[in-house]
T-cell receptor
Framework: GDSVTQMEGPVTLSEEAFLTINCTYT??????LFWYVQYPGEGLQLLLK?????DKGSNKGFEATYRKETTSFHLEKGSVQVSDSAVYFC??????????????FGQGTILTVHP | GAVVSQHPSRVICKSGTSVKIECRSL??????MFWYRQFPKQSLMLMAT?????????EQGVEKDKFLINHASLTLSTLTVTSAHPEDSSFYIC?????????FGPGTRLTVL
């Protein structure tokens, strides 16, 4: 079945450090790929997405590239801020059949950024 | 645009009672809505997919008679937790689909005493 393996946390960084959160997936076909962020006490927000191979999604300084050959969608940011402290979820979205539109969430990675 | 609301945001109820949670898409129509459950410090678990005007599709292991889902209109889906027990305490999140993207509600914290 479809699954997502996401880098386990928690991840603790100092402000302005480089961030990488790994995400790999198994799925039939070519899913769209999403990263969601959940700030403390809030619901999920879309951070970025990529819908086909080699696409790069970017938002708020975060980037992730759709790597078909390695079935990966690693999240990166060159310089994190305290306000980036949150939980990050990788989520491929199935593209067709009876499971159309379903998101499969990774386990989430808690990021804490210290001043 | 693409705002999804949930009501209530928090609810505390006694064991054995039923609780209804509403999910609304405020500025778009959603033929498909999803209901998730999130345990503390854990990921989201899809409970069911709700399509307007038809029966919900439940994920394996989710009791459809316990978690009743109704999607009566293109902007409203409801989840009713029937005969709630303490183990049903959780964070319930809905999402509404538009143009192949899901927009999430802020979640409902259910506590069953």
């Amino acid at each position: 079945g479809d699954s997502v393996t996401q880098m386990e946390g928690p991840v603790t960084l100092s402000e302005e450090a480089f961030l990488t959160i790994n995400c790999t997936y198994t799925a039939t076909g070519y899913p769209s790929l999403f990263w969601y962020v959940q700030y403390p006490g809030e619901g999920l927000q879309l951070l970025l997405k990529a819908t086909k191979a080699d696409d790069k999604g970017s938002n708020k300084g975060f980037e992730a590239t759709y790597r078909k050959e390695t079935t990966s969608f690693h999240l990166e940011k060159g310089s994190v801020q305290v306000s980036d402290s949150a939980v990050y979820f990788c989520a491929p979205q199935l593209a067709g059949g009876t499971s159309y539109g379903k998101l499969t969430f990774g386990q989430g990675t808690i990021l804490t950024v210290h001043p | 645009g693409a705002v999804v609301s949930q009501h209530p945001s928090r609810v505390i109820c006694k064991s054995g009672t039923s609780v209804k949670i509403e999910c609304r898409s405020l500025d778009f129509q959603a033929t498909t809505m999803f209901w998730y459950r999130q345990f503390p410090k854990q990921s989201l678990m899809l409970m069911a997919t709700s399509n307007e005007g038809s029966k919900a599709t439940y994920e394996q292991g989710v009791e459809k008679d316990k978690f009743l889902i109704n999607h009566a209109s293109l902007t409203l889906s409801t989840l009713t937790v029937t005969s709630a027990h303490p183990e049903d305490s959780s964070f319930y999140i809905c999402s509404a689909s538009s143009e192949n993207e899901q927009f999430f509600g802020p979640g409902t914290r259910l506590t069953v005493l």
